[in-house]
C-alpha cells in the first residue's frame, strides 16, 4: 500500500548558482535598478581589492539623478557650489545653510550614490563642539552619509570629536580652496621636500584620527601614490595622477559647461557649452520665427 502522504511531499530542488554581481553598474545600465547604496564600507572594501572608484560634483536633483543613472559611485555637494552656481571668485562666501539647502535637493536625485557634504569656510574652524554641531546638522537636517573638511594638523582633534561621535568625516590635503587667501595662488602643493612630508605625515593622521577617505588635491602624482599606498583608508585625486584609488571633478568642468576654467587635470568628456548655445540659439530664432510652438505642441 503506497504512503498517502507522499503526495503532499516537497519536490526535491535542484540548487542554482548564485550570479556574482558587481555593486556597480553596467555603462548603459540604469543604476536606479539596482537598491544597494554605496556606503564607507563599499570604498574601504574597494581599496581593499584594488577596485577604483569615481565621483563628481553635485548641486541639484536633476544632474544627481543623471549621475546615479550613470552609476557614479560618490557625489560630493562640495563649497564649490560658490563658483559653480552662486558664480563667486572663490568658495568662502557659500554658507552652511546653502550646503545643506544643495544637500537635499542633491539627495532627491539620488538612489545609489553616497552623498558627501562640504563644511564650508568657518562650519568648523571655532571649536570642535562647534564643527561637532554643524556636522550634526548636515547629517540630520541635509540627509548626508558624511561630511568633508580641509586641513591637516589643525584640524585633528575636530576630526576625532566629529569621527568619534559616529559622523563619517573625510579629509582634504594638498591644494585646500578655503586658505586660497594664505596659499596666495592655486599652484600645485607637496613640490618641495618639507611641504610633501607634511602633507604625508598629514594624511596618516587624519587616518588616525577617523577619516574613512582623503581628498588628495593638486598635489605631485609620486606623493599621491606614496600616501595612497601608505593608507589603509581610501584617497580621492583631483589633479593627483592616476594612483589614488578614487578620482573627483567638477562636473561643469569634466562636461565643458565651463570655458573660463581649464586646468591641466581636467579631462573634458564632452562640450556641452557650445552644445548648449547651439540649442539655445535654435529656440530663440524658432519664437521670433513664430516656428514653434507648431500645431502638434498647440492645444
Known amino acids: 500500500m503506497s504512503d498517502p502522504t507522499k503526495q503532499f511531499a516537497p519536490k526535491p530542488t535542484v ?5 556574482a554581481e558587481s555593486d556597480t553598474p553596467i555603462y548603459g545600465t540604469p543604476a536606479v535598478r539596482r537598491t544597494k547604496h554605496v556606503t564607507r564600507q563599499t570604498l574601504l572594501e574597494r581599496k581593499k581589492r584594488g577596485e577604483r572608484f569615481s565621483c563628481l560634483t553635485a548641486y541639484d536633483a536633476t544632474m544627481a539623478q543623471i549621475f546615479d543613472e550613470a552609476g557614479i559611485d560618490l557625489l560630493l555637494v562640495g563649497d564649490s557650489v560658490a563658483n559653480v552656481v552662486q558664480g563667486h571668485e572663490t568658495t568662502i562666501p557659500v554658507t552652511l545653510d546653502e550646503i545643506i539647502y544643495h544637500t537635499k535637493a542633491v539627495l532627491r536625485g539620488v538612489s545609489r550614490a553616497m552623498v558627501v557634504a562640504d563644511m564650508p569656510f568657518m562650519s568648523y ?11 550634526g546638522r548636515l547629517m540630520k537636517e541635509a540627509g548626508a552619509s558624511a561630511v568633508k573638511l580641509e586641513g591637516g594638523r589643525r584640524v585633528l582633534e575636530i576630526v576625532a570629536h566629529i569621527s568619534e561621535a559616529g559622523i563619517p568625516v573625510m579629509g582634504h590635503l594638498g591644494l585646500t580652496p578655503q586658505s586660497i587667501h594664505q596659499f596666495g595662488s592655486y599652484r600645485t602643493r607637496g613640490t618641495d621636500k618639507k611641504e610633501a612630508e607634511q602633507i604625508l605625515r598629514d594624511a596618516k593622521d587624519l587616518e588616525r584620527a577617523g577619516c574613512f577617505a582623503i581628498v588628495l588635491e593638486k598635489i605631485p602624482s609620486e606623493l599621491a601614490q606614496q600616501i595612497t599606498e601608505s593608507l589603509t583608508i581610501p584617497t580621492i585625486g583631483i589633479g593627483a595622477g592616476v594612483h589614488c584609488d578614487g578620482q573627483i571633478l567638477v562636473y561643469t568642468d569634466m562636461l565643458g559647461i565651463t570655458n573660463d576654467f581649464q586646468p591641466r587635470f581636467v579631462r573634458r568628456y564632452d562640450v556641452m557649452r557650445e552644445r548648449m548655445l547651439e540649442a539655445v540659439g535654435q529656440y530663440i530664432n524658432d519664437v521670433r520665427t513664430a516656428t514653434f510652438p507648431s500645431d502638434e505642441e498647440s492645444y
Open 15 to 19: 540548487p542554482q548558482q548564485a550570479k
Open 125 to 135: 574652524q571655532i571649536s570642535p563642539e562647534e564643527a561637532f554641531r554643524n556636522a
